[in-house]
C-alpha cells in the first residue's frame, strides 16, 4: 500500500467518472469528425430522456444513502459501512448502473452511433477500473458479511 493510501479508502486502478467519460467523448469525437454511419432515428429521443431521469432518480437514491449512513463516496473518503437496502438490494454497483445507463442517455441525445458502439468499452473500463478493486477492499475490509452480500445481490442488475 502507497503511503498516502488509507486502509480504509478504495485504491480505483481507473476513477469512475473517467472510465464511463473517455469511450463516450471519444465517440462525440468520432462522430463529430466523421458523422455516423446509422441514423438513429426518433425514437432515441424519449429512450434518451428516461435513461437520463433513471441516472437522476437512482444514482439520487444511492448517494442519499452514503450520507444517510455516513459513508464515504468520493476517492480517498473513509468507507464506513456496507449499505444493503435501497437500489443495493437489487445491484452491488447501482452508482455505476446510473452512471452507465447516463451514458447511453446522453449517447442518444447527441446523437452519437460511435458513443453507442463504445458502450462496451466503458462497461469493461468501469469493471476492471473500479469494480475488481473496490470488491477487493470490501472483501477485505467487511469480509463475511460481504460474501454473504455477493452470494444474494447480482453486481449488475
Excluded at 451514458?103 to 477500473?129: E, I, K, N, T
Amino acid at each position: 500500500m502507497a503511503e498516502d493510501e488509507s486502509p480504509d479508502t478504495v485504491a480505483f486502478r481507473l476513477w469512475p467518472p473517467v472510465a464511463v467519460g473517455a469511450p463516450l467523448l471519444v465517440g462525440w469525437l468520432v462522430t463529430l469528425l466523421w458523422d455516423d454511419p446509422v441514423e438513429l432515428g426518433d425514437w432515441r429521443v424519449p429512450v434518451g430522456w428516461a435513461l437520463v431521469l433513471v441516472f437522476v432518480v437512482w444514482n439520487g437514491w444511492s448517494l442519499w444513502l452514503f450520507h444517510r449512513h455516513e459513508t464515504g463516496l468520493l476517492p480517498g473518503q473513509a468507507t464506513q459501512a456496507m449499505i444493503e437496502e435501497g437500489p443495493y438490494r437489487f445491484s452491488r454497483n447501482p452508482l455505476y448502473v446510473g452512471m452507465l445507463a447516463l451514458y447511453l442517455g446522453l449517447a442518444l441525445l447527441a446523437p452519437s452511433f460511435w458513443a453507442l458502439v463504445l458502450f462496451p468499452v466503458a462497461v469493461l473500463l468501469v469493471r476492471w477500473g473500479a469494480i475488481r478493486p473496490e470488491e477487493a477492499f470490501l472483501r477485505e475490509r467487511f469480509g463475511a458479511s460481504y460474501d454473504d452480500y455477493t452470494r444474494r445481490v447480482r453486481r449488475w442488475l
